[in-house]
């Protein structure tokens, strides 16, 4: 118990994180940007096309700046050692409960011996985008309202007591009534949004309600606008506070 509070710690005063696909292509020039932009962490991960062999490639680009750096596992080969943290998603709202406890019970099975439990955090997946490759993969109900959303956010929060509740739009901006909903009924865990976040005003329309906002898709098309999206997410923050 300790130890998960002290991870826990870690990942608290993160109110903006750049998430960076091992399967997609970003300069040195972007990527150097993207790393001092002032963003509290780099998050590394993807859907499709994760291999251990891209993933230590953009591991060992991003170490090269003074910046916390996760990875958040969707293929047991891509499970590179040297991160700061691992994040390990359990998609709530999907049928298949291989996306639950399955690919987890089986990762445990193979690789139990070497996991770095002490520095692994669960995120609590509510997948609401159909339009998502993560949706197709897991088989994720996405035709739920906020009220379905804000229930499940409550299992991941009060009944399973996991340390993080995501709201994954991937792709999409996401309807903003439906994440007030969620807040409201999110108590311990960390609210964590992500997905179509393409201007300052939507960053900053996410981190009025959720206490981390993950900006992905952006850096690939517009980085300039995504860099953008850092300054508006601690401005809404220090609003906020005062």
Sequence with gaps: ????????????????????????????????????????????????????????????????????????????????????????????????????VGHHRRAIERYGFMIPWDSLLTEGYIVLNSDSSVARITGAETAIDAEEAAAYAQVADRLMSLPIVYLEYSGRFGDMETVRTVREMVEQAQLFYGGGITCEVEAEQAAALCDTVVVGNIIYSDVQQALLTVAAVKKTVQEQLD
């Design 1 to 100: 118990m300790i130890l998960m509070k002290s991870v826990q710690q870690m990942i608290k005063p993160w109110r903006h994180v750049f998430k960076l696909d091992p399967d997609r292509m970003i300069s040195d020039e972007d990527l150097e940007a993207v790393c001092l932009s002032g963003t509290d962490a780099i998050l590394i991960g993807g859907s499709t096309g994760v291999t251990y062999e891209n993933t230590v490639d953009l591991l060992s680009r991003v170490r090269g700046f003074e910046l916390p750096c996760a990875l958040e596992v969707s293929e047991l080969e891509a499970a590179v050692p040297g991160f700061d943290l691992y994040m390990i998603p359990m998609v709530l709202n999907t049928p298949d409960p291989a996306w639950i």
